[in-house]
């Protein structure tokens, strides 16, 4: 994950959040006398509260601590871990969890789901300074990294309202009509092969059962097959995304 650093605010959030998510999982009991330490597999417990000698080498404990506000010395290291204690104790569940504002770009930064952790500025200039690589790619591995994933979702996300919209099909109605429709998997295929999103998304948010399902689907149907028996729109439309 990309985190801003022009504001140390983002930093610290996900600093935070990483380190509370023993707190999060119930994996300690901080109300039974227990603390973060007594989960040994954390970056807390195994790094920034071990001494210096006892700690990994690429570990950069000492600037971590300092954004936090706290510093390298024993004392120091003892205060943060009281810190997130009670971070643990005050917010239980949600300890460390960030509420977005509403004009957020979920789709890209949320620390749960994303590549980048910023502004969505932020988020739009690192799109930029990497689509000379994106451009670059010649194989689907290689056009999956994060940043072409976000452009390609907002693409895929276009394919679908502007397909449905074309074969005068309303959202609501996807539920209703079987995997194997032929509307879903023209969708389906002209999403698989003009965008990098997974057959998981296409299967999630065209509802068409499974993944395994759109495999099997877009397995056995070629790019043009069976148009005919599309929309005259939708076939239209598709035919001239495919171009």
Do not use: C
């Amino acid at each position: 994950m990309i985190v801003e650093g022009e504001l140390p605010a983002y930093y610290e959030t996900l600093m935070n959040y990483v380190h509370l998510n023993p707190g999060r999982a119930e994996l300690v009991n901080v109300e039974k006398g227990e603390s973060i330490l007594d989960y040994p597999w954390s970056s807390m417990a195994g790094g920034y509260a071990a001494p210096l000698g006892k700690r990994a080498k690429w570990l950069a404990a000492e600037m971590g601590m300092r954004v936090l506000g706290f510093t390298d010395t024993a004392a120091g290291r003892q205060e943060l871990v009281s810190y997130l204690d009670r971070r643990i104790l005050e917010e239980g569940k949600r300890s460390g969890e960030v509420t977005l504002a509403e004009e957020a770009d979920r789709r890209m930064s949320d620390l749960k789901r994303g590549w980048y952790w910023g502004r969505q500025e932020f988020g739009e200039k690192m799109l930029k300074l990497g689509q000379n690589l994106i451009n670059k790619g010649k194989s689907r591995e290689y056009r999956r990294s994060p940043q072409n994933l976000a452009h390609g979702e907002r693409e895929a996300e276009r394919l679908v309202k502007e397909g449905l919209k074309a074969a005068a099909l309303q959202e609501s109605r996807l539920a209703e009509l079987k995997g194997s429709d032929p509307r879903k998997v023209a969708l389906g295929m002209l999403i698989w092969k003009t965008t990098t999103v997974s057959q998981e998304w296409i299967a999630r948010r065209l509802q068409m059962k499974s993944t395994a399902n759109v495999s099997q689907l877009l397995s056995r149907t070629r790019p043009g097959k069976n148009n005919e028996k599309l929309p005259l729109a939708l076939g239209e439309f598709i035919a001239n995304q495919s171009s």
